[in-house]
């Protein structure tokens, strides 16, 4: 019996240790056979890529007829980047045409070289727009008998960067316009004037003023002071923290006049606008298109604009208007958005609500004519009054903003009400209970935000009827600017 079951053993061990040895010698194959099918050719024919955003016929890159004639050693990139385009060959994308280094959009063409300055094809949408609603506000100050007593609509572009949308208010704005473009980057001043000379524009020159000495702006304390005091403490540990130098903008040696029809400067936007305001040479129109936050250009272009002026304002840090981050936001703009379905409407309502509170301080008011968000950016067209007892209508406008944390319940109310007959604002007198009404969970407490209408139906009636006459306004983006306004606001 003891023999037997030896040998049981052994036969099992030996079948084991045979099953391990083929078991190796298997996997030896398996990967052999990968390597082997590595090598060859692909048993089928690669995938077609992802059609490319891109031009066909990317700038400075030859064309597509040239790259496959090259032979394959010279297609690498930087023999590539070195042909240029043929000046006579032109593509289209959509909505822009590009020839060359030339870029058609609109009636402006422009000269925008890769590398050089900012050109963002993303925002012909947002210009297109902006020429639309332009030319709809003058058919108001039409209607209502006030236009500019100087016959010209005076349209400060406050970041012009490559200067598209100056030139393209200047040739596509129905009414006589005189454009202050401004950019604070020496460079984009530069590719500002080449365009301007380009689109047959004149256009006067104003730097700023000459440093004398070199002073440095301390961020920790928002004064000026000079270079030598800071440099034995940039490296000072204040509040926890290093303090921070940079240098401080120089304002404008003389700043453009009305008798100027166009003009090109370099220059702190909101040094600009307050410059413009103590001279008294305000702007019937401020566009201002940072790229992030237009929180800190809100009281210059206040000041700058004149009463019954147009804001056009866009912000493009959705990230932290819709609640991901209520420090910035209350920072930027005095409120704190809520993480909800809703969150870009209130993006576009903290943005207003902050512009609306920051005029009241001012003895102004405003008007929402027309605000939206799409892609990555909000837009508000803002026209802006001077009332000096505004203030209380204001705040009857702004109030807190509640949502429930399970469903998708919401209500608010403002801090003030005016009732009937009176013309001061009382205080708002309303009961808000914790708990949801409608499922009993919690409620968030979010805002303030501006409550009443974001869009005014009168004028954007007035643009749609802008759009309609083609032989006034062609818009490369023309179908998505009419869905966008036929489309209904769905506001809180």
Request: charged share 20%; glycine share 6%; net charge positive.
């Given at each position: 019996?003891?023999?037997?079951?030896r040998?049981?053993?052994?036969?099992?061990?030996?079948?084991?240790?045979?099953?391990?040895s083929?078991?190796v010698?298997?996997s030896?194959?398996?990967?052999?056979?990968l390597?082997?099918?590595?090598?060859?050719?692909?048993?089928?024919?690669?995938?077609?890529?992802k059609?490319s955003?891109?031009?066909?016929f990317?700038?400075?890159?030859a064309?597509?007829?040239?790259l496959?004639?090259?032979?394959?050693?010279?297609?690498d990139?930087?023999?590539?980047?070195?042909?240029?385009s043929?000046?006579?060959?032109?593509?289209?994308?959509?909505?822009?045409?590009?020839?060359?280094d030339?870029?058609?959009?609109g009636?402006a063409?422009?000269v925008?070289?890769e590398g050089?300055?900012?050109?963002?094809?993303?925002q012909?949408?947002n210009?297109?727009?902006?020429?639309?609603?332009c030319?709809a506000?003058?058919?108001l100050?039409?209607s209502?008998?006030?236009?500019?007593?100087?016959g010209?609509?005076?349209?400060?572009?406050?970041?012009?960067?490559?200067g598209i949308?100056?030139?393209r208010?200047?040739?596509e704005i129905?009414?006589?316009?005189?454009?202050v473009a401004?950019?604070?980057?020496?460079?984009?001043?530069?590719?500002?004037?080449?365009?301007?000379?380009?689109?047959?524009?004149?256009?006067?020159?104003?730097?700023?003023v000459?440093?004398?000495?070199?002073e440095v702006?301390?961020?920790?304390?928002g004064?000026?002071?000079?270079a030598?005091?800071?440099?034995?403490?940039?490296?000072?540990?204040?509040?926890?923290?290093?303090r921070?130098?940079?240098?401080?903008?120089?304002?404008l040696?003389?700043?453009?006049?009305?008798?100027?029809?166009?003009?090109?400067?370099?220059?702190?936007?909101?040094?600009l606008?307050?410059?413009?305001?103590?001279?008294?040479?305000?702007?019937?129109?401020?566009?201002i298109?940072?790229?992030?936050?237009?929180?800190p250009?809100l009281?210059?272009?206040?000041q700058?604009?004149?009463g019954?002026?147009?804001l056009?304002?866009t912000?493009?840090d959705?990230?932290?208007l819709?609640?991901?981050?209520?420090?910035?936001?209350?920072?930027?703009?005095d409120a704190?958005?809520?993480?909800?379905?809703?969150?870009?409407?209130q993006?576009i309502?903290?943005?207003l609500?902050?512009?609306?509170?920051?005029?009241?301080?001012?003895n102004?008011?405003?008007?929402p004519?027309?605000?939206?968000?799409?892609?990555?950016?909000?837009?508000?067209f803002?026209?802006?009054r001077?009332?000096?007892?505004g203030?209380?209508?204001?705040?009857?406008?702004?109030g807190?903003?509640?949502?429930?944390v399970?469903?998708?319940?919401h209500?608010s109310y403002p801090?003030?009400?005016i009732?009937a007959?009176?013309?001061?604002?009382?205080?708002?007198?309303?009961?808000?209970?914790?708990?949801?009404?409608?499922?009993?969970?919690?409620?968030?407490?979010?805002?303030?935000?501006w409550?009443a209408?974001?869009?005014?139906?009168?004028f954007?009636?007035?643009?749609?009827?802008?759009?309609?006459?083609?032989?006034?306004?062609?818009?490369q983006?023309?179908?998505?600017v009419?869905?966008?306004?036929d489309?209904?606001s769905k506001?809180?």
């Amino acid at each position: 019996t003891t023999s037997s079951k030896r040998s049981k053993t052994r036969r099992e061990s030996l079948l084991i240790s045979n099953d391990s040895s083929s078991l190796v010698s298997s996997s030896k194959m398996v990967a052999l056979s990968l390597t082997t099918t590595s090598r060859r050719s692909p048993p089928f024919p690669p995938l077609p890529l992802k059609p490319s955003t891109t031009p066909p016929f990317p700038r400075n890159h030859a064309t597509s007829t040239q790259l496959n004639s090259t032979p394959p050693s010279s297609m690498d990139t930087k023999s590539t980047a070195s042909v240029p385009s043929p000046p006579t060959l032109s593509t289209s994308t959509g909505s822009v045409i590009y020839e060359g280094d030339y870029i058609h959009e609109g009636k402006a063409v422009v000269v925008v070289k890769e590398g050089e300055v900012f050109y963002n094809e993303a925002q012909v949408f947002n210009r297109d727009m902006s020429v639309a609603v332009c030319n709809a506000y003058v058919d108001l100050l039409k209607s209502e008998n006030s236009l500019p007593s100087g016959g010209r609509l005076r349209v400060l572009d406050a970041m012009s960067a490559s200067g598209i949308r100056s030139v393209r208010y200047t040739k596509e704005i129905d009414y006589p316009v005189s454009v202050v473009a401004n950019d604070l980057d020496k460079g984009a001043v530069e590719s500002i004037k080449v365009n301007f000379a380009r689109n047959g524009m004149e256009a006067a020159s104003f730097p700023p003023v000459a440093a004398e000495t070199d002073e440095v702006e301390a961020e920790d304390e928002g004064v000026s002071i000079s270079a030598e005091s800071v440099e034995g403490e940039k490296n000072e540990e204040k509040g926890g923290r290093k303090r921070r130098a940079r240098k401080a903008p120089r304002p404008l040696a003389e700043i453009p006049s009305s008798d100027d029809h166009n003009a090109v400067c370099s220059a702190d936007a909101n040094q600009l606008m307050i410059q413009h305001a103590w001279a008294g040479q305000r702007f019937h129109v401020i566009d201002i298109d940072p790229y992030g936050t237009c929180g800190p250009f809100l009281d210059a272009a206040l000041q700058a604009v004149e009463g019954g002026g147009l804001l056009c304002i866009t912000s493009t840090d959705m990230y932290t208007l819709c609640g991901y981050s209520g420090t910035a936001a209350y920072q930027r703009y005095d409120a704190v958005p809520l993480k909800a379905e809703n969150s870009h409407e209130q993006a576009i309502r903290i943005v207003l609500g902050s512009l609306a509170r920051k005029a009241a301080a001012r003895n102004m008011s405003i008007e929402p004519l027309l605000s939206f968000r799409v892609d990555f950016y909000l837009r508000c067209f803002v026209r802006v009054r001077l009332q000096p007892n505004g203030a209380g209508l204001i705040v009857a406008k702004n109030g807190p903003f509640y949502q429930c944390v399970s469903c998708t319940y919401h209500t608010s109310y403002p801090f003030l009400e005016i009732k009937a007959g009176q013309s001061t604002a009382h205080p708002k007198d309303r009961k808000h209970t914790e708990n949801c009404p409608v499922c009993s969970s919690k409620m968030k407490m979010g805002g303030p935000l501006w409550l009443a209408p974001i869009v005014s139906r009168r004028f954007v009636h007035l643009v749609k009827g802008v759009i309609a006459e083609e032989q006034r306004l062609k818009l490369q983006t023309v179908s998505r600017v009419s869905s966008m306004l036929d489309t209904p606001s769905k506001q809180l």
